[in-house]
T-cell receptor
Framework: ELKVEQNPLFLSMQEGKNYTIYCNYS?????LYWYRQDPGKSLESLFV?????AVKQEGRLMASLDTKARLSTLHITAAVHDLSATYFC??????????????FGQGTILTVHP | EAGVAQSPRYKIIEKRQSVAFWCNPI?????LYWYQQILGQGPKLLIQ????????DSQLPKDRFSAERLKGVDSTLKIQPAKLEDSAVYLC????????????FGQGTRLTVV
């Protein structure tokens, strides 16, 4: 059974600082996603990572994937208040009839302080 | 392009009552998912449809939950009878196919069972 673990679960940052959220998963997969969720809102797709060594950047966020280590990171550069949200990584089931199924991590609640 | 539509947005029921949620996926999306998100946790897949057939319902509590996707478009998820632990947000998502790289999520239905 695929398990996905994120850390930290809670992250309080000062504006302007850098930090990294980690996502480990337990079995082979060919797809990893990062989502953002604001309170009371649905999930917004941030990044789709499909191959080993994939790196994607959007604004102050950068995501990478190491399939051999079964690890993805979401790096935050020079945090601003608008980045405050809950961030989820989700790993795609690798095969069989469950292809398409996403297993989510617990989420990281990010709060950026002035 | 219109997003995934869900209704109602909020529902409060008493335990042992029944409730139904509706989802209209993005036009042309063959794959539809229902996820349950309990407060403070990541979403968990309940059921996955490919057109109007069930691909994965291994985590659906079938003694009380049922879902259908008539004509391979709209879907309904029903709970009967509801328990207190069913209080959660029910998210519907859709994608072109399971092989497609990205699922798009609706706003969700927040269910409170009292």
């Amino acid at each position: 059974e695929l398990k996905v673990e994120q850390n930290p679960l809670f992250l309080s940052m000062q504006e302007g600082k850098n930090y990294t959220i980690y996502c480990n998963y337990s079995t082979t997969s060919d797809r990893l996603y990062w989502y953002r969720q604001d309170p009371g809102k649905s999930l917004e797709s941030l990044f789709v990572l499909l191959s080993n060594g994939a790196v994607k950047q959007e604004g102050r966020l950068m995501a990478s994937l190491d399939t051999k280590a079964r690890l993805s990171t979401l790096h935050i550069t020079a945090a601003v208040h608008d980045l405050s949200a809950t961030y989820f990584c989700a790993v795609g089931d690798a095969g069989g009839t469950s292809y398409g199924k996403l297993t989510f991590g617990q989420g990281t609640i990010l709060t950026v302080h002035p | 392009e219109a997003g995934v539509a869900q209704s109602p947005r909020y529902k409060i029921i008493e335990k042992r009552q029944s409730v139904a949620f509706w989802c209209n996926p993005i036009s042309g999306h063959a794959t539809l998912y229902w996820y349950q998100q309990i407060l403070g946790q990541g979403p968990k897949l309940l059921i996955q449809f490919q057109n109007n057939g069930v691909v994965d319902d291994s985590q659906l509590p079938k003694d009380r939950f049922s879902a259908e996707r008539l004509k391979g478009v709209d879907s309904t998820l029903k709970i009967q009878p509801a328990k207190l632990e069913d209080s959660a947000v029910y998210l519907c998502a859709s994608s072109w196919t399971p092989m497609n790289t990205e699922a798009f999520f609706g706003q969700g239905t927040r269910l409170t069972v009292v």
